[in-house]
């Protein structure tokens, strides 16, 4: 067994009902909670819910419900000085991705404010911020157990550039499965869409990491068999537990393998064409699997049994192939299609968001071994305009 580094050093809380314990469970962290959220608290009540129960255990609070899809560096550094100047000494995410990630650089740049260009340059970086607690209110991004945190920027030229630190991890997360029920399903799909491409590309890493893979195969699997169950029944705790269990895990892996190509090309369906977050994964993932799959030999038949296929009575070197067919079954019993319109995307489109892509190959997070600058280009033109079949 090759060596390894496995490092998550946030508590986890899971469970149907577990965010009763929230109050009790940060009690001796906290005096005054700096709670970071969106549209997606306020509207579904998970935000005033927390607030009640931090107000039963007697802890002061400061709501920043502000956070916009993409939070740019602007509102990040607005709510550090907000929680800097109410003097906060923890701050809570509460939603899905974006507060979460909100949260964390809110948390780092209230006491270090000059985190940010260390962050921003993929540097080291000095000291910790607040202690930041996570309560995510879907099954999908697992920002709740990262050290990662996207946050959008304008200049030079428009990016989500995924920020990455230990200081960013979280010290607690609060799991409960109890709160994606309360939302569509097109989020429910995106958000489990996004769960099997963590899982996905952390076992496709370059950094082969053998437990994060072992808990990736086990978090395809089960989203796998889980989400087709929640679609149809959006109200059955059991299978939306398992979403849940899984959407964790895919953040534990994610957090030790790095950041896949799938995830940076998907960004630029995001901040031009206004996908949502899963579904833009989704509409790469097919086309990056067919670049990357050659390379890992005999881990396909793995991956093809997570994804549903029995290899007992078929040479291995169908695995590839396999895999793919079980994504695009998968696609077909969830309903996903991918919302890319062709006339929307150009030539020109096509090599912009190649050279973002390109670029983003320097940073340390990256998952993938790095490619030339056509490659990728090949990559997002087969997800355009898709082959039928792939070849190995």
Not at 124 to 146: C, I, N, Q
Not at 207 to 228: D, K, M, Q, S, Y
């Amino acid at each position: 067994m090759e060596r390894f580094d496995f490092h998550v050093p946030t508590r986890v809380f899971f469970g149907t009902g577990v965010i009763q314990e929230l109050g009790d469970r940060i009690g001796t962290l906290c005096r005054k909670a700096f709670v970071v959220s969106g549209a997606m608290g306020k509207n579904s009540g998970a935000l005033e819910k927390v607030v009640a129960l931090l107000e039963k255990a007697g802890i002061d609070s400061i709501v920043f419900d502000e956070v916009e899809r993409q939070p740019g560096l602007d509102t990040v550094e607005r709510g550090a000085e907000a929680a800097r100047k109410e003097k906060c000494d923890l701050a809570i995410g509460v939603g899905g991705e974006c507060p979460m990630d909100a949260a964390k650089v809110m948390g780092l740049l209230a006491v270090n404010p000059s985190a940010k260009d260390a962050l921003l340059k993929g540097s080291a970086v000095e000291g910790r911020g607040l202690p930041v607690v996570t309560v995510p209110l879907t099954a999908g991004s697992g920002s709740e157990v990262t050290p990662f945190a996207a946050i959008t920027l304008k200049d030079p030229h428009p990016e989500i550039r995924p920020l990455v630190s230990p200081s960013l991890f979280p010290v607690m997360a609060f799991v409960d499965p109890v709160f994606p029920v309360a939302f569509p399903p097109a989020v429910t799909l995106n958000n489990g869409i996004d769960a099997l491409c963590h899982c996905i590309e952390a076992y496709t890493s370059r950094t082969h990491h053998p437990l994060a893979a072992t808990l990736a195969l086990e978090g395809a699997r089960i989203v796998r068999n889980a989400l087709p169950e929640v679609l149809a029944d959006p109200e059955n705790l059991v299978w939306r537990r398992k979403m849940s269990y899984a959407a964790l895990l895919g953040g534990l892996v994610s957090a030790q393998s790095g950041i896949g190509l799938v995830h940076q090309m998907g960004a630029y369906l995001t901040l031009d064409l206004g996908f949502a977050h899963g579904a833009a994964n989704g509409a790469v993932l097919l086309a990056v699997l067919k670049h990357v799959l050659s390379a890992l030999g005999a881990r396909n038949g793995l991956l093809a049994q997570s994804l549903g296929t029995d290899l007992r009575e078929m040479g291995s070197g169908r695995a590839a192939e396999e895999v793919l067919r079980g994504v695009k079954e998968f696609f077909r019993r969830t309903g996903f299609r991918a919302p890319i319109e062709k006339d929307r995307i150009s030539e020109e489109t096509l090599t912009r968001f190649a050279e973002g892509t390109f670029r983003s190959q320097q940073y340390s997070w990256c998952g993938w071994d790095e490619l030339a600058l056509g490659e990728i280009k090949s990559v997002f033109r087969n997800a355009v305009f898709p082959e039928e079949e792939a070849s190995f």
